[in-house]
């Protein structure tokens, strides 16, 4: 069984920062691509950024980019979503995805679609404020 958690919302003003965790028990995160989401109220969810199952690329939503940064730690079998210059639009409930497959390289538009990701967290609440 394999069970994947957010952890790190909370509420932020704006204009501040938070970092989110991504952990997984049962599987190693290690050498699987792993994707951020979010959902606003009344929204669908919505793609927010992606790695790469080596680190070594990543992928962003213009709304989030040059904002957020995704990084791994597999060592340590996590993934972090720093998220910097907070705006309220940034409100959501923020899930992370992990792909089931292991060394598996995408075409670009794959990172953004949620049904590349298999296992999935309940989700983490972002409040910013203004």
């Known amino acids: 069984q394999v069970q994947v958690s957010e952890a790190g919302g909370g509420l932020v003003q704006a204009g501040g920062s938070l970092r989110l965790s991504c952990a997984a028990s049962?599987?190693?995160?290690?050498?699987?691509?792993v994707g951020w989401f979010r959902q606003a109220p009344g929204k669908e969810r919505e793609f927010v950024g992606a790695i790469s199952w080596s680190g070594g690329s990543t992928y962003y939503a213009d709304s989030v980019k040059g904002r957020f940064t995704i990084s791994r730690d597999d060592a340590e079998n996590m993934v972090y979503l720093q998220m910097n210059s907070l705006k309220p639009e940034d409100t959501a409930i923020y899930y992370c995805?992990?792909?089931?497959?292991?060394?598996?390289?995408?075409?670009?538009?794959?990172?953004?679609?949620?049904?590349?990701?298999?296992?999935w967290g309940q989700g983490t609440q972002v409040t910013v404020s203004s």
């Open positions: 049962g599987r190693a995160i290690s050498n699987s691509i």
């Open positions: 995805g992990v792909d089931k497959r292991k060394r598996t390289t995408y075409t670009g538009p794959a990172y953004y679609s949620r049904s590349t990701y298999d296992y």
